[in-house]
């Protein structure tokens, strides 16, 4: 699985706007359902009560909250740059302005898990992280996750 199975270019924003973690996730929701044609308050309230459990705040700067869409036929993606870094309850302390949601539906099972790792390893990088930072283009964000999810694929092959 690369990172252009889950995440299409629509899915990207470069310079969301929110104040707090409630708000990130209200407008993650919103722009979630309008790409994955769903329910907004439907995808909220997923993403609060996976919230509930535990922090999805990785640190770094970086949170990937997610959670499971029954309506949903495959795992999708939606990646967001913040205007500025908000308080997540992130579990080094640190907020956060590099999001990736991702979705999946009721069954997904261990693919869910290997999206999770998948974009984990990528977001690893510190150097990678700043070149999303310094992105104010969705186009541009789209194509670093893409190549560096390409490449993350290469090197786990290679690894075999």
């Not at 359902?33 to 439907?42: G, I, L, N």
């Amino acid at each position: 699985m690369n990172i252009e199975d889950i995440l299409e270019p629509n899915a990207v924003m470069a310079n969301l706007h929110a104040t707090s973690k409630k708000q990130l996730l209200q407008e993650l929701s919103k722009a979630a359902a309008t790409v994955f044609e769903s329910d907004s308050r439907q995808i909220f309230d997923i993403l609060v009560e996976r919230e509930r459990l535990g922090s999805t705040g990785v640190g770094s700067g970086l949170a990937i909250p997610h959670g499971k869409l029954p309506q949903l036929s495959s795992l999708r993606g939606m990646f967001a740059r913040l205007e500025k870094p908000v308080d997540f309850d992130a579990i080094d302390d640190q907020p956060v302005d590099l999001v990736f949601l991702l979705l999946a539906p009721e069954g997904a099972g261990a693919d869910h898990l290997k999206a999770l790792a998948r974009v984990s390893r990528i977001m690893r990088d510190r150097a990678f992280c700043d070149k999303l930072r310094g992105s104010d283009s969705p186009d541009a964000i789209y194509a670093l996750l893409i190549e560096a999810g390409v490449s993350v694929g290469e090197n786990l092959r290679a690894a075999s």
